[in-house]
């Protein structure tokens, strides 16, 4: 399983936009990458998921250069209920186990 | 739709008994299900995962068991609870793709 690596902490403002990056040197051809997000207490949440280029809905845009060895979720004017850990995960659809790794997570803290 | 229920919520337990947390899902069929432990300020740390009825795999060795009595049934357990295994419970299922869909969870405390 590719490995990532994200900042362990964000803070921001109402209305800005926050950019979160992961890297994932390793991972492989066959690789998704999907983002989630958790509140206090409760299981994460599916926020979007991407192979390359850029994917976006209503809630989050996915940055994904060429070589795929990091990707940037895009929170657009943030609020103070997007408060959260946020979580970026490497894995292959259909693989089977579809095992994914959770790390640390990224906590994003929204200010007034 | 498919919805993914946890009990109980919250559970506390004394050291060394046991534990039954189910973990049930509605409205599909052969799902991959998984049981995390998140510890206070940790990540998810993925303990059990399962492709169907029976088939148990663990990425831990630990102090807990899971199961798979049914096929939309995950059951974890313990036969003596340690201090160690308090934290934050989740159950979760993918289908076909590997969006993971996750249960409320429970809280266990060990005292």
């Known amino acids: 399983l590719a490995k990532t690596t994200q900042p362990i902490s964000m803070d921001s403002y109402e209305g800005q936009e926050v950019n979160i990056t992961c890297s994932h040197n390793?991972?492989?051809?066959?690789?998704?990458i999907t983002w989630y997000q958790q509140f206090p207490s409760q299981g994460p949440r599916f926020i979007i998921q991407?192979?390359?280029t850029k994917v976006k809905n209503e809630v989050a845009s996915l940055f994904i250069p060429a070589d795929r060895k990091s990707s940037t979720l895009s929170l657009p004017r943030v609020s103070l209920s997007d408060t959260a850990v946020y979580y970026c995960l490497v894995g292959a659809l259909n693989s089977g186990y579809s095992t994914l790794t959770f790390g640390k997570g990224t906590m994003l803290l929204v200010s007034p | 739709s498919q919805t993914i229920h946890q009990w109980p919520a919250t559970l506390v337990q004394p050291v060394g008994s046991p534990l039954s947390l189910e973990c049930t899902v509605e409205?599909?069929?052969?799902?991959?299900l998984y049981w995390y432990r998140q510890a206070a300020g940790r990540g998810l740390q993925l303990l059990f995962y399962s492709v169907g009825i029976g088939q148990i795999s663990s990425e831990v060795p630990q102090n807990l068991s899971a199961s798979r009595p049914q096929d939309r049934q995950f059951i974890l357990s313990s036969k003596k609870l340690l201090l160690s295994d308090s934290g934050f419970y989740l159950c979760?299922?993918?289908?076909?793709?590997?969006?993971?869909?996750f249960g409320p969870g429970t809280r266990l405390t060990v005292l």
């Open positions: 390793n991972i492989a051809t066959n690789d998704y």
């Open positions: 979760a299922w993918a289908g076909a793709g590997n969006e993971q869909f």
């Open positions: 991407g192979y390359k």
């Open positions: 409205g599909t069929s052969n799902p991959n």
